[in-house]
């Protein structure tokens, strides 16, 4: 799918099931060039789609592990380095999820409520990142989902996991009651 100048995957893509590499020189101007593209295509994303809050470097055919997120706080938008989860915790909930890579599909899934996540800046400076809320923690862990070429579809859980958006969006009410805590 192209947004603005870049092209998002789209589920099917081979791209999207190859585990990607460590990024070796964060503060390489090449590097820095493919965060630009990344951050490029997240926001063109969320101009033409109304959402999207984070995509992983495969998602534009580039095999390298970084993530481009825009939460629309203070924090504006980021890029995690080589990001890894290093503590779940052992509550889980589940949720109907979206992904730029087959936007008209949500997908129920289930994922861990907190997280703690290390990655480098831009920098190369190590950061830690203790996620309780449980949008972000299910968010991170979709996009480093995407780095191991693991796709929201593969995480699908329970009977009729899949549903089209504009199908979701007419019976909402319905699609909340399949997850409710």
Known sequence: ????DEDVLQLGHPGL????????????????????RL??????????????????APQIG????????DLGDAAGPQTLVNPRITWRSPE???LWDDCLSFPSLLVRV???EAITVEYLDL??????WEI????VSELLQHELDHLDGVLAVDRATGPNPLVYRDVFEDMSGHFASRVAS
Do not use: C, N
């Not at 799918?1 to 603005?4: A, D, L, Q, T």
């Not at 994303?45 to 959402?51: A, D, I, T, Y």
């Not at 920098?123 to 830690?128: K, L």
């Open 62 to 69: 580039v095999g390298l592990r970084f993530i481009a997120l």
């Open 39 to 56: 951050h490029r295509a997240l926001a063109a994303f969320r101009e033409r789609h109304g959402f999207g809050r984070a995509i992983a």
């Open 17 to 36: 099931r190859r585990v990607a590499s460590p990024v070796e020189a964060p503060r390489d101007p090449r590097f820095r060039e493919q965060v630009a």
């Open 123 to 128: 920098e190369g400076g190590a950061r830690r």
């Open 92 to 94: 889980r909930f589940r």
């Open 132 to 135: 309780e809320d449980r949008a």
């Open 110 to 112: 289930e994922r861990h």
């Open 1 to 4: 799918m192209r947004v603005g």
